[in-house]
C-alpha cells in the first residue's frame, strides 16, 4: 500500500449504531488530519494530531472521537451519529516540520450514510 | 464567515484553451497557498502552492498568480486537457499553521 488509506470506502449506519473509520499512512509524516466534506461545502477540518497528540479540534461534536494510536494509524469512532452528518469523511497526513508548512496528502475518503 | 471563497462552481473550457480558476481570501494572516485537484471518488491531490513571498509559482502547465494586495489568487492551466476535468480546491494557511482553510471548489470541465 502507498500514500493514504482509509476503510471502509462506504458506510451506512443507524443512529443508534457504533461504527470506526480507518486511516492509515505509508508515507512516514508526523501529522494526520480528519476533514468532513458536505455537499456543496468547503472541507472541513475537524481534528488534527502531531506526533500522536491531539493539537486541534474545532469545536467537534463528542458523537465523533478520534484515536491515534501511532503516527501511521488514525482513527474516528463513531456513535449515536445524526443524519446531518451523512458525508465524505477525509484522512490526511502532511511531515510537519518547525516553521514550514507542507502539504498534505489525502485518502480517498469514506462516505458515511447516517439513517 | 467564509475566509476563503471561490465564486465560480463550474468552469467550461475546450481543450487546448486556457483554464483560469480564481479564489479570493479575507484572512490577512494566511501566507501560504495550495490548489488541490479531486477526482470523483478519490480524495484531494495536491497540484502547487505558493508563498506569500512570491506572486507566481509554475510547474509545467500550472501557473498560480497571488496578488496579496486584492487577497486573489488564480490557478491556470494551459494548455487545457480533457484529464483536467476536475473539481479544483484552493487552500490557504498561516505559514506555521497546521489548518488548512480550503474554498468551496470549482468544477473544471475541458471539452475535446
Known amino acids: 500500500e502507498t500514500g493514504v488509506t482509509q476503510t471502509p470506502r462506504h458506510l451506512v449506519m443507524g443512529m443508534t449504531n457504533k461504527k470506526s473509520l480507518k486511516c492509515e499512512q505509508h508515507l512516514g509524516h508526523n501529522a494526520m488530519y480528519w476533514y468532513k466534506q458536505s455537499a456543496k461545502k468547503p472541507l472541513e477540518l475537524m481534528f488534527v494530531?502531531?506526533?500522536?497528540?491531539?493539537?486541534e479540534n474545532n469545536s467537534v461534536p463528542s458523537r465523533f472521537s478520534p484515536e491515534c494510536p501511532n503516527s501511521s494509524h488514525l482513527f474516528l469512532h463513531l456513535h449515536t451519529l445524526q443524519p446531518e452528518d451523512s458525508a465524505l469523511y477525509l484522512c490526511a497526513s502532511s511531515q510537519k516540520t518547525s516553521g514550514n508548512y507542507n502539504e498534505q496528502f489525502f485518502g480517498p475518503g469514506t462516505r458515511l450514510t447516517v439513517l | 464567515d467564509q475566509q476563503v471563497k471561490q465564486n465560480s462552481p463550474s468552469l467550461s473550457v475546450q481543450e487546448g484553451r486556457i483554464s483560469i480558476l480564481n479564489c479570493d481570501y479575507t484572512n490577512s494572516m494566511f501566507d501560504y497557498f495550495l490548489w488541490y485537484k479531486k477526482y470523483p471518488a478519490e480524495g484531494p491531490t495536491f497540484l502547487i502552492s505558493?508563498?506569500?513571498?512570491?506572486d507566481k509559482n509554475e510547474d509545467g502547465r500550472f501557473t498560480v498568480f497571488l496578488n496579496k494586495s486584492a487577497k486573489h489568487l488564480s490557478l491556470h492551466i494551459v494548455p487545457s486537457q480533457p484529464g483536467d476535468s476536475a473539481v479544483y480546491f484552493c487552500a490557504a494557511s498561516p505559514t506555521s499553521g497546521s489548518r488548512l482553510t480550503f474554498g468551496e471548489g470549482t468544477q473544471l470541465t475541458v471539452n475535446p
Open positions: 494530531y502531531n506526533f500522536k497528540e491531539q493539537t
Open positions: 505558493i508563498s506569500s513571498i512570491k
